[in-house]
């Protein structure tokens, strides 16, 4: 399958503050990308789906202006949590969907502690 | 609200035994995958199945699709350690992912 990465994979960040995480697919271009994330023990919760190019979709009850996201290349999105709080506290994931049967790649994921 | 409903929730079985996980939904699907997941990790992607009826093999591990594209079932045999971990269904309709809750699979040495 294909492979995508996620940096950081680990961040402790003080409340208030805003963090920034990468997700690239390495080894073939992502027009679309997706945004989750897995409270432990729980399944994953699509947050957004990421166009090249063009505004991410927020699924509902996702705030847009807290969780910036911005796809500028075929091999990159970012995820912005802004004035993190302790609720922000989570497992982050991104894939990247380009399989011939819609198969969706995932990276592996990263941990969120807001302080 | 999950559109996909995954059974059990845990799993717990000795080494050599065989599992199966289902997978029901009300919804019709384009396609569902299966993933598993370790702790800490992302999920990696075990199989794709489209076809009503469908049914693909991996080694020990057999995937059905139900024949009205709803429902799918993992059937594992002679269950290993190593298959210890977090199994996802997620059906694909809209170009999106709709995952199931899970089953936390354990195989006791």
């Known amino acids: 399958g294909a492979v995508v990465s996620q940096h950081p994979s680990r961040v402790i960040c003080k409340s208030g503050t805003s963090v920034k995480i990468e997700c690239r697919s390495l080894?073939?271009?992502?027009?679309?990308m997706f945004w989750y994330r897995q409270f432990p023990k729980k399944s994953l919760m699509l947050m957004a789906t990421?166009?090249?190019?063009?505004?991410?979709?927020?699924e509902q009850g996702v705030e847009k202006d807290k969780f910036l996201i911005n796809h500028a290349s075929l091999t990159l999105s970012t995820l912005t949590v802004t004035s993190a709080h302790p609720e922000d506290s989570s497992f982050y994931i991104c894939?990247?969907?380009?399989?011939?049967?819609?198969?969706?790649?995932f990276g592996p994921g990263t941990r969120l502690t807001v302080l | 609200t999950q559109l996909l409903e995954q059974s059990p929730q845990f799993l717990s079985i000795q080494e050599g035994e065989n599992l199966t996980v289902y997978c029901n939904s009300s919804?019709?699907?384009?396609?569902l995958q299966w993933y598993r997941q370790e702790p800490g990790e992302g999920p990696v992607l075990l199989v794709t199945?489209?076809?009503?009826?469908e049914v693909k093999k991996l080694k020990r591990l057999t995937f059905q699709f139900g024949d009205a594209r709803k429902d799918s079932s993992l059937h594992i045999t002679a269950a290993q350690p190593g298959d210890t971990g977090l199994y996802l269904c997620?059906?694909?309709?809209?170009?999106?992912?709709?995952f199931g809750a899970g089953t936390t699979v354990t195989v006791r040495a």
């Open positions: 990421s166009n090249e190019g063009s505004k991410a979709t927020y």
């Open positions: 894939s990247a969907g380009g399989g011939a049967l819609n198969e969706q790649f």
């Open positions: 919804s019709v699907f384009s396609s």
């Open positions: 997620a059906g694909e309709g809209d170009y999106k992912l709709s």
């Open positions: 080894d073939f271009q992502a027009t679309t």
């Open positions: 199945v489209v076809t009503g009826g």
